[in-house]
């Protein structure tokens, strides 16, 4: 930038020197007048580093230009470069995934249950702002029976909710990942775990029906005196036997088969 800007301020003198000597003032003008507007144009495109001296310094031509850069530079704060100058690749982070991250941050406002029938009506006809937001309640206050309204986000008209819905998508399969990978012993963490694949396998809309079967299956293994989870496997599979025989056992908890018993005594 700096040679078009010093060829252009070299023409310019000439110009008005040319002009000056010929007598021809208004010439001499115009042409500086197309100088200036090219070295603006130039400035405007290229440089770096736009601040107040080479603006104010460029009515006078690109010689302006090129004596208001170097002040543009001195005067610019240090600390700045670290939050203007351009990521390195490696922490380059685009695309609705930061944005999701700053729905997980700060403060977590919880869906209450009587606030979910508010929660469709407004990601179904509320403003992208209001859609936006109750998406991010959903978000912070994540549960499997909150992801059909992550998965009726994925279907909006606004191509910024459905990116966002995307991401927290991906973000809850993550989680759910990672809860899998970081099993620890004892029988409590091994329990919620059990619990936690249930919760997926039950109501985890964005998960097809294979993975939440495997879900099911593995709650079972990792909990098999879990008689509620061996019902709900049961269940899912169409083995009602097996149903009759748990409901039949003598430690079958009543609150489990209770519903199943008076189906089969009725």
């Known amino acids: ?21 010929a007598g021809a003032a208004g010439w001499g003008l115009a042409g500086h007048a197309l100088a200036s507007g090219a070295g603006y144009a130039i400035w405007l495109h290229t440089a770096e580093d736009k601040g107040f001296a080479a603006a104010i310094g460029g009515v006078l031509g690109p010689v302006g230009l090129l004596v208001g850069r170097p002040f543009d530079r001195r005067s610019r704060p240090a600390a700045s470069h670290a939050a203007f100058d351009p990521a390195t690749p490696s922490r380059t982070s685009s695309g609705a995934g930061p944005s999701v991250a700053r729905m997980l941050d700060g403060r977590i406002h919880h869906a209450a249950p009587e606030t979910l029938g508010s929660l469709v009506t407004i990601l179904r006809h509320g403003d992208i702002v209001a859609r936006r937001r109750a998406l991010e309640t959903v978000v912070r206050s994540f549960e499997p029976s909150l992801s059909p309204l992550i998965a009726q986000a994925l279907t909006d008209g606004d191509q910024t ?7 927290a998508s991906a973000r809850v399969a993550q989680n759910l990942a990672l809860a899998r990978s970081g099993e ?30 495997h879900l099911r299956e593995d709650a079972v293994a990792l ?23 748990l409901a039949a056992a003598e430690d079958a908890p009543d609150d489990v088969a209770r519903w199943w018993r008076s189906e089969a005594t009725a």
Do not use: F, K
């Open 184 to 213: 620890s012993a004892g029988p409590a963490a091994t329990a919620t775990l059990a619990a936690l694949l249930a919760d997926h396998a039950r109501a985890d809309v964005l998960l097809s029906d294979s993975q939440r079967g």
């Open 161 to 167: 909710i459905r990116a966002l819905a995307a991401a």
């Open 223 to 245: 909990a098999p005196e879990g008689i509620a989870l061996q019902v709900e496997a049961a269940w899912a599979a169409g083995d009602y036997a097996t149903i009759d025989r």
């Open 1 to 21: 930038m700096t040679v078009r800007l010093v060829a252009l301020a070299v023409l310019d003198l000439a110009a008005v020197a040319l002009a000056a000597m």
